[in-house]
């Protein structure tokens, strides 16, 4: 440190006057302890001289008094600087105070002819040892301008004349040249700490300064309302962006505005507490319309700023890919909870499914292996058998059911296309579901056109479909109605159709048809029976031939599902996305029909 030149003790002493912010920066400490040393000791020898001069001269005239009351500013330069740490300032001041001082003493020494004039050319030696052109610059201009005020007074004829003494031969080197000379070495002095370790820091201070504009991360250098004054080459390259637009506000017009008061609340508290983070989003690129970015912003806040409030420093990080494995965590952890509770609901649902037909079957059974002794009616008999049959075919739709979704779910429904007549196999499905619906007073219709195309698709998984879809409309549809399937043919798609005057289903409902073991009615005393697997396996059917599901539905006037499949198919793996449902009540189509 510069100020190591001096004995301890003063430099102890000056050390106690630098400004707070540069106590524990060497070298900034250095240059403002080596401006305090040098202002402190000229202007304390003005006031050690100021008693001789007195005893030797007797009372000073205007002049002179005006003299000793200039050599006092280097006392005022450097409580200004202690007090404010504006070293640049601090400077400025000192030419100036120097130059004027230069100019007073050779005014009253004989103008342009004094000897001490020489001085003046200290006032840009002393600049030039600072390292700044700008600085230099003041000091020159100072200098002239002081130079030209003393050779004006001159010639305008208000300068008092010059002692005699100045007018000897050993004046010019006593009091001029070597006093100068003098005066620019101790200076020199004062300031050879700093200037000899100048290289070496300026070379640090470059090679780490290249290290962050080429470096990976991305810095930026914050004032305390959140604007950022330098913005290094990784900042830039990690937002698609030149550096320099993020300089001001350009990197606070990036930040989500949601982000914003985390933002500016991260540098404030890293401010006011020498670090904080923070996790923000950016828009990156020039037209600030790509995805956003996720960054990690740490703050630290440096020790060497003035003013308002000290800088912060920030380094940011792209996390983005980080974020994206989080999020993918999270919905994978609920989709392990949804399929735990679907698993939880389905052992729930399918042992009461199960249970009621095992009944029916094993009570009547027993019933009847005991007739003789139970003393049955004949009649009763046959009427026990009927609903032992019905409850096996019950219970074999259920397993079928349950083992074609587990198959879909586990990728092992194969479908083998082949082209066949969609309209012979609607007939021969609603023939099948004929007896069910008339024993339930219902009329299932056919409308199919005469030039319906064959249609290349898996025939027995599309034979599954109808039947599920005619059975539930059978099972969901009011005694007296009425059921229609059709089918038509709708640009490159084949697509088929059961209408009831049933029910009907909620809006809000819809959402979850086609989730396996779903009804509407949840409770164990609904009015309808089943596990809710149909749709779910129609479904899963439709995925397969790269089809669409969509269901329309009004409560209480009835339901249309229709199966949209390509003419041409191309054959996709199962997925649980995509049954299209809408409302009939929110729709702008046409109110439901039964016909196409």
């Keep these: 440190m510069a100020i190591c030149v001096f004995p301890y003790p003063v430099s102890r002493g000056i050390h106690a006057l630098l400004h707070p912010a540069v106590r524990d920066e060497p ?228 930040v989500h505005v949601m982000d914003r008061p985390a933002y500016l609340k991260a540098i404030d508290l890293a401010a006011e507490t020498g670090e904080a983070a923070a996790e923000i989003r950016l828009a990156a690129g020039a037209s600030r319309t790509q995805d956003w970015l996720w960054i990690e912003m740490r703050c630290r806040a440096l020790p060497d700023a003035v003013g308002d409030g000290p800088d912060v420093v920030s380094v940011l990080r792209d996390i983005t890919a980080l974020k994206a494995q989080e999020q993918a965590a999270s919905e994978a952890i609920e989709l392990a909870e949804r399929r735990d509770l679907a698993k939880t609901r389905f052992l729930a649902r399918v042992s009461h499914e199960l249970r009621t037909p095992l009944n029916a079957i094993i009570g009547f059974s027993e019933l009847l292996s005991e007739s003789p002794e139970a003393g049955i009616e004949p009649g009763k008999e046959r009427e026990y058998a009927g609903l032992i049959r019905d409850s096996g075919r019950h219970l074999l739709d259920l397993i079928n059911d349950i083992l074609d979704m587990s198959k879909l779910e586990s990728g092992n429904f194969h479908v083998l296309p082949e082209p066949f007549d969609l309209a012979e196999l609607i007939e021969n499905c609603r023939q099948l579901l004929g007896p069910e619906a008339a024993a339930a007073g219902l009329s299932l219709e056919n409308d199919l056109p005469v030039d319906l195309p064959p249609l290349m698709a898996d025939r027995r998984a599309c034979k599954q479909m109808l039947l599920n879809l005619l059975h539930n409309a059978v099972k969901f549809s009011n005694r007296n109605g009425r059921i229609v399937v059709g089918a038509y043919v709708e640009g490159e798609a084949a697509c088929f159709y059961v209408a009831d005057e049933g029910i009907g289903i909620a809006r809000d409902d819809l959402a979850r048809l086609g989730q396996p073991f779903v009804q509407l009615q949840s409770n164990y005393d609904r009015n309808y029976e089943g596990a809710g697997l149909g749709l779910s396996v129609v479904k899963g059917l439709v995925a397969l031939h790269d089809g669409k599901l969509e269901i329309d539905s009004t409560p209480g006037v009835g339901t249309r599902v229709t199966v949209r499949l390509p003419l041409a198919p191309r054959m996709v793996p199962v997925s649980e996305e995509g049954v299209e449902t809408q409302n009939a009540a929110d729709s702008a189509a046409e109110p439901l029909r039964l016909t196409a």
Excluded: K
């Design 27 to 254: 070298r900034q400490a250095a240059q403002h302890g080596a401006l305090i040393a040098t202002r402190l000791i000229g202007g304390g020898l003005a006031l050690v001289a100021f008693p001789a001069y007195l005893a030797l001269m007797g009372p000073p005239t205007l002049v002179g008094a005006v003299v000793f009351a200039w050599l006092l500013t280097p006392l005022a330069v450097a409580f200004y600087l202690s007090r404010s740490g504006r070293l640049d300032a601090a400077r400025i001041a000192s030419s100036g105070s120097l130059a004027g001082l230069v100019a007073l003493v050779a005014g009253a020494t004989g103008g342009p002819a004094s000897p001490l004039l020489v001085w003046m050319l200290a006032v840009p030696a002393e600049a030039a040892l600072w390292g700044s052109r700008r600085l230099l610059g003041f000091a020159v201009g100072f200098a002239g301008a002081a130079t030209a005020a003393v050779c004006l007074a001159a010639l305008a004829g208000v300068l008092p004349p010059a002692p005699g003494f100045v007018q000897s031969a050993w004046a010019l080197p006593l009091l001029g040249l070597v006093p100068a000379a003098l005066y620019v070495v101790a200076v020199a002095a004062a300031q050879g700490a700093p200037m000899a370790g100048r290289p070496a820091d300026e070379g640090g201070e470059t090679s780490h300064r290249m290290m962050i504009e080429h470096g990976p991360d991305a810095v930026t250098r914050h004032r305390r309302n959140g604007n950022v004054t330098y913005a290094s080459g990784g900042a830039g390259r990690c937002l698609g962006v030149p550096a320099g637009e993020l300089h001001g506000c350009g990197l606070f017009n990036r």
